[in-house]
């Protein structure tokens, strides 16, 4: 089987150069089967672990890897020193081809089938019954301390991880510096990356890296399984059998809330936080999954005969024929409109109980939000409980954006700003939206282009949750997009 196929480098900070953004149908047309296309870009102010991945249907299932951006040569860590590198990456597995698992939902209008494993590292683990012999592993030196580069690129799930007894320090998330944050677990939502500390202070034994899923869904709706590797100090003995770590329960909200809320960026002087401190564009949208009445004539798989959605201020988005930026870039009309709604077009309770029918179903429409160059943004993403209610994580490409603000219920646009963090908030690309709650995130809109916003679940994606800014130009040459470049696939 031939796939079109685009790759995106996920976070990377690159200025002027969306051609390389690699997302179909947003920023380039596919790349066609026998094709090539060679992206061009640069990464500023970006230092720690990010990662790329395919960007079109569920491609990135197994089309995924690391990127690891060093400190400039001269430069240190602002951490302390390492004795080596181990790079961790989460993904999701189904023993059908992901595809057509993304392709039946589609025209069935039912959610997906649920995967079959998760895996670290492209292995299940020995929790499985299949993959114990090739249980991905590694060795450390007992005293040393190592630095983990976590990759959550699993498609539908968000993740708890631990090593067994030992103690972690999160030192970076999405190649942003934090102060150092101990703890003993970390959560990780699909997108997102993390830079770890762990020093092998354990007795001399096998002990087990562990990932499980975190829902609010009840059992049987999500991949409920854990996978696992082995961490193995020098001089173990080789029969001995390794130590499990206990993992919160899948939908222990509280250690979410609690890993989320202390992290803090660095704020150093060689990594100074700039937090927008005045806004230009305030914008408040709606996140949430919805029901659409069948066509006539279809039987669809959904609840009660209907069809699954998602939207962003009632809009489900539509991915066009032809990319946006092109479409933007050489004025080609018809292909999108620029009214997405600045607010949810109807105020109500939107993480009350029995929600109105009425507000359940969104429109289609492929609509744009147009910013100045340097225009100050914030961004409230507000989670609904309509049909079901979900912790959404969500993604700004082109973009890291300051997290000023978090909280359960609806977002009060008069209270909750005095109690944003402007101080010393963290910066990410990709953010956890609370299951009933809301997030807010800042950012300077200082490169040009257009940039796709939008849920990292890729069921959720699938079905329309996403919107995407179209950042003009600025004055000068710098501050201008560059022309696309001679090899750029087109539609």
């Known amino acids: 089987m031939r796939f079109v196929v685009e790759h995106v480098r996920h976070g990377v900070r690159?200025?002027?150069t969306g051609w390389a953004d690699g997302v179909g149908y947003v920023t380039q047309c596919p790349i066609q089967p026998g094709g090539c296309y060679t992206h061009r870009f640069t990464i500023t102010g970006q230092e720690g672990t990010l990662w790329w991945h395919a960007?079109?249907?569920?491609?990135?299932?197994?089309v995924h890897g690391a990127i690891v951006i060093y400190p400039k040569k001269g430069s240190l860590y602002p951490f302390r020193k390492h004795h080596g590198e181990i790079p961790i990456i989460i993904g999701e597995w189904w023993n059908r081809d992901p595809i057509s698992v993304v392709n039946q939902a589609l025209l069935t209008g039912a959610a997906p089938n649920i995967s079959n494993a998760f895996t670290i590292n492209g292995q299940p683990g020995d929790l499985y019954p299949c993959s114990a012999p090739e249980t991905f592993r590694v060795s450390v030196q007992p005293g040393k301390t190592y630095l983990l580069r976590i990759v959550n690129a699993a498609l539908n799930d968000e993740h708890f991880f631990k090593i067994a007894n030992h103690e972690l320090t999160v030192v970076a998330v999405d190649a942003c510096y934090t102060k150092p944050y101990k703890t003993d677990v970390l959560f990780m939502a699909p997108g997102q990356t993390a830079d770890v500390l762990f020093t092998a202070n354990q007795p001399v034994g096998r002990y087990y890296m562990a990932a499980r899923a975190y829902s609010t869904q009840q059992s049987g709706f999500f991949d409920n399984t854990t996978t696992t590797a082995i961490l193995e100090y020098l001089g173990h003995n080789l029969s001995t059998t390794p130590i499990l770590p206990n993992l919160p329960f899948y939908n222990d909200t509280a250690t979410v809330t609690k890993f989320s809320n202390g992290l803090r960026s660095l704020a150093s002087k060689e990594h100074p936080v700039e937090v927008p401190q005045k806004i230009n564009e305030s914008i408040i949208s709606t996140v949430g999954l919805g029901l659409l009445p069948c066509k006539p004539g279809q039987t669809c798989g959904g609840p009660n005969g209907t069809r699954v959605t998602a939207s962003m201020n009632n809009i489900s988005f539509v991915l066009p024929t032809i990319a946006l930026l092109q479409a933007a870039y050489f004025g080609i009309n018809g292909v999108f409109t620029t009214d997405f709604p600045v607010n949810p077009p109807v105020v109500f309770n939107y993480t009350g109980q029995?929600?109105?029918?009425?507000?359940?179903?969104?429109i289609y429409g492929t609509k744009l939000k147009v910013v100045e160059y340097n225009c100050t943004v914030q961004m409230v993403f507000q989670a609904t409980n309509i049909f079901v209610a979900d912790n959404h994580p969500m993604h700004l490409h082109g973009y890291s954006f300051y997290v000023v603000g978090q909280g359960f219920g609806n977002y009060?646009?008069?209270?909750?700003?005095?109690?944003?963090?402007?101080?010393?908030?963290?910066?990410?690309n990709t953010v956890g939206v609370p299951v009933n709650g809301w997030t807010a995130i800042r950012f300077k809109a200082d490169n040009p282009g257009v940039w796709f916003v939008h849920c990292h679940l890729d069921d959720h994606l699938s079905w329309g949750l996403n919107m995407a800014f179209l950042v003009k130009n600025g004055p000068g040459y710098l501050a201008t997009l560059e022309p696309p470049p001679p090899d750029l696939p087109w539609c």
């Open 14 to 16: 690159q200025l002027r």
């Open 55 to 62: 960007h079109d249907s569920w491609l990135r299932a197994t």
């Open 354 to 362: 029995n929600i109105p029918r009425s507000l359940w179903a969104p």
């Open 412 to 428: 009060n646009p008069e209270t909750d700003p005095l109690k944003f963090n402007l101080v010393d908030p963290p910066k990410r």
